[in-house]
């Protein structure tokens, strides 16, 4: 069962044009959302992450919003650049005693930023 | 980087066969993570050891065994391999419970 539903599956953006990556869950204990960068060859990286106590959380150009009643989050790509063309993921977890690493991820999203 | 490091790279093995994929996470982490990433199931998290001890358990096989050892660094055993098994393994580490970094992977192919 997806836990995580991400959307678009893919998404092609100018450059200095805004990136909007949408996710939706439904188990409602979940209560830490981050989001991974992955290019092609390496591993995921943190990008940024939430917790549902505030309904957005900005750090540079990326951003987060939060919607706890409608089980929504998403992120934004302001300015978004070149090098940010990556495959980006939602992902959330329950605070299983200390631990949020049992992450359930969304699907991707394969972000194409033309110069 | 991340800091985390895995081996091998790449893995080719035959069905039935066993192999040992190796992580080593950055220096000072105590917790280790297993994700397995495949086209038809994207990531999924596979195990958690903290500081020696099993944390979490997702959706890893029976065939699938892990631990970590005293110096931290862990080993993830998959055993008569099929060929669904074939995916990218990802370790990755953290402290305060969180899965902050990941290794590059090892690309395990069963053939």
């Known amino acids: 069962q997806q836990q995580v539903k991400q959307s678009p599956q893919s998404l092609i953006v100018q450059k200095g044009g805004i990136s909007i990556i949408n996710c939706a869950y439904e188990?409602?204990?979940?209560?830490?959302f981050p989001w991974y960068q992955q290019f092609p060859g390496k591993g995921p990286a943190l990008l940024i992450a939430?917790?549902?106590?505030?309904s957005e959380k900005k750090e540079g150009r990326f951003t987060i919003s939060f919607n706890k009643s409608a089980k929504q989050f998403s992120l934004h790509i302001m300015d978004s650049q070149p090098g940010d063309s990556a495959t980006y993921f939602c992902?959330?977890?329950?605070?299983?005693?200390?631990?949020?690493?049992?992450?359930?991820f969304g699907q991707g999203t394969i972000l194409t930023v033309h110069p | 980087d991340s800091g985390v490091t895995q081996t091998p790279k790449h893995l080719i093995t035959a069905t039935g066969q066993r192999v040992t994929l190796r992580c080593s996470p950055r220096?000072?982490?105590?917790?280790v993570y297993w994700y397995q990433q495949s086209l038809d199931q994207g990531l999924q998290f596979l195990i958690q050891?903290?500081?020696?001890?099993?944390?979490a358990k997702g959706n890893i096989l029976e065939r699938f065994s892990a631990q970590q050892f005293p110096d931290l660094h862990s080993e993830l055993n998959l055993s008569s391999l099929e060929l669904g098994d074939s995916a990218l393994y990802f370790c990755?580490?953290?402290?305060?419970?969180?899965?902050?970094?990941f290794g590059p992977g090892t690309r395990l192919t069963v053939l």
């Open positions: 220096s000072g982490d105590l917790s």
């Open positions: 992902a959330a977890s329950e605070k299983g005693g200390t631990s949020y690493g049992k992450l359930t």
């Open positions: 188990n409602t204990a979940f209560d830490y």
């Open positions: 050891y903290y500081n020696g001890e099993e944390r």
């Open positions: 939430i917790r549902p106590d505030v």
């Open positions: 990755a580490s953290g402290t305060s419970g969180l899965a902050r970094y």
